[in-house]
């Protein structure tokens, strides 16, 4: 049993490890971090409409409002290789004839995607601190609602990780594999917010539209409040979307 243990860590670690050696040996996978880093950036200290320095308050909120709309381009940019690849390079086949389950190669494609999205978020640290020092006095800034947000970013991202993988999976084509989870990842972020606004729904009706989208969590969290429910929805939709990746990749071997 102990064996065994060890050899399913092993499997899944090598698989994450050779993603994220691909994603970083190639100039792609840098671009799209250091344009997600120039985005958030240039809205956070430039823009006059979003800036810090013209809004007055020290807050991130400017940063967190902008960020999961970089992330709608970033995060399927990470993903569209891992199965669409494979795919087309015909590899994906010579990995199943491996001792290794179907969970465990999406598994470590997904923590491999979302090491990466980790990784995008930690230079935005910086940002924080400075707001921080810069604070009159110094260190005046929200700090359960700023790292509130922080959480509500990760749960966000991990659930356009699990989308972006289930779109790779249906297609060997990176492109369509990206255009398709953007399309999906934009549509369960803010369409339900949209819908919810329309005046064709009672008012209980409409918040529970609402919270059928990824924004009502994502802002729930970042008021600094971890509810269980947030919880609950962010992780449901990594599963369903896990598994519906598992689902088409046993349906391509029929």
């Known amino acids: ?16 490890k050779k993603e994220v050696n691909l994603f970083l040996s190639s100039l792609i996978g840098y671009i799209a971090i250091g344009v997600f880093l120039l985005g958030t950036g240039l809205f956070f200290w430039v823009f006059p409409d979003y800036s810090v320095i013209n809004y ?15 992330f709608l381009f970033l995060i399927p940019a990470i993903t ?7 795919a087309k390079n015909g590899t994906m086949e010579l990995l199943e004839t491996r001792p290794i389950s179907a969970w465990e190669i999406i598994l470590g494609k997904y923590f491999a995607c979302l090491f990466l999205v980790i990784l995008s ?10 707001v921080y020092e810069l604070g009159m006095p110094k260190g005046n800034i929200d700090v359960g609602t700023t790292w509130g947000s922080y959480i509500g970013l990760f749960g966000l991202g991990a659930v356009f990780v699990a989308i972006g993988i289930f779109c790779s999976s249906i297609t060997s084509d990176q492109i369509i594999a990206f255009m398709v989870a953007l399309f999906l990842c934009g549509f369960l972020y803010d369409a339900f917010s949209s819908i919810a606004r329309l005046d064709v729904f009672y008012a209980k009706a409409d918040t529970f539209v609402e919270s059928l989208g990824i924004n009502y969590h994502y802002a729930s969290v970042s008021r600094g409040l971890v509810d269980s429910r947030d919880v609950l ?22």
């Open 1 to 16: 049993m102990t064996a065994f243990k060890v050899s399913y860590q092993l499997d899944m670690f090598s698989i994450f």
């Open 233 to 254: 929805y962010f992780v449901s939709m990594i599963i369903g979307f896990l598994s519906l990746t598992k689902f088409t990749l046993e349906k391509r071997n029929w």
């Open 56 to 70: 007055g308050f020290c807050s991130m909120d400017s940063f967190f409002r902008m960020a999961p709309y970089v």
């Open 121 to 130: 978020m930690l230079p935005t640290l910086i940002y924080y601190f400075s």
């Open 80 to 86: 569209m290789r891992t199965f669409a690849e494979e």
